[in-house]
């Protein structure tokens, strides 16, 4: 089978569409697997490794790499990083005697730093970088928005299910009311509700002064 390998550009245009797409991804596995649809959409030959990915993520700052760590009883003094591939700057600290102690090392491009024990990369989340969001069109950023709503009614419907036929049955609905109160009350001005409201109909702010801003129906503020 014929490999093609993506320039670095064409990479780049890949892992920002999956990441506005999806705006968080929880391994490296899935982030893999989503920039090769993306690049596969294009040509089947198409292939890109994991550790590339997140070296061209890093060196153009697309997103935020988040790194969960195993730690082992071994020394560890690298000089290239584990994880994007750049070298390793020494962390030294001084000892009572006026002396400078090698400690550890960390990444001069990334976040990625070790001990006295060797960290190794774990697990990878991938998060979209503020730059990013900075450049999020309205359309975007509601989308985001709704996203939060249907996990947090999700997260009050888990509490309620857990709970139910315990001893802790009545607290977790209770719980779980207050979580859906959060979401749709609209004489709360902070409830989730009105913040759509206000982020999908940002009138003028002088129309209204006796009730909300942007919502007749609210609560007067």
Excluded at 2 to 19: F, G, Q, Y
Excluded at 70 to 87: A, E, F, L, R, T
């Amino acid at each position: 089978m014929t490999r093609k390998i993506p320039d670095d550009d064409r990479l780049e245009a890949a892992i920002r569409s999956v990441i506005k797409k999806n705006r968080q991804i929880v391994s490296q596995a899935m982030m893999t697997e989503l920039v090769l649809k993306e690049l596969r959409a294009e040509d089947d030959d198409y292939r890109v490794t994991g550790e590339r990915i997140r070296r061209v993520a890093t060196e153009r700052n697309i997103l935020r790499i988040e790194i969960e760590y195993n730690v082992h009883d071994s020394p560890s003094s690298p000089d290239i990083c584990p994880v994007c591939g750049y070298p390793m700057d020494p962390v030294n600290n001084s000892t009572l005697d006026g002396r400078e102690a090698d400690v550890g090392r960390h990444c001069t491009k990334c976040t990625y730093h070790t001990g006295m024990k060797r960290r190794t990369p774990g697990r990878y989340t991938f998060s979209i970088e503020r730059s990013l969001r900075d450049n999020m069109s309205d359309a975007d950023r509601m989308a985001v928005i709704r996203d939060a709503e249907k996990l947090i009614r999700k997260a009050a419907s888990m509490v309620e299910n857990v709970t139910k036929g315990t001893e802790h049955g009545k607290a977790g609905k209770r719980c779980a009311g207050n979580i859906k109160k959060m979401i749709s009350s609209k004489k709360d001005v902070n409830s989730l509700a009105n913040l759509i409201t206000d982020m999908a109909d940002p009138g003028p702010v002088w129309a209204r002064p006796l009730v909300s801003v942007k919502n007749s129906n609210r609560k007067a503020i």
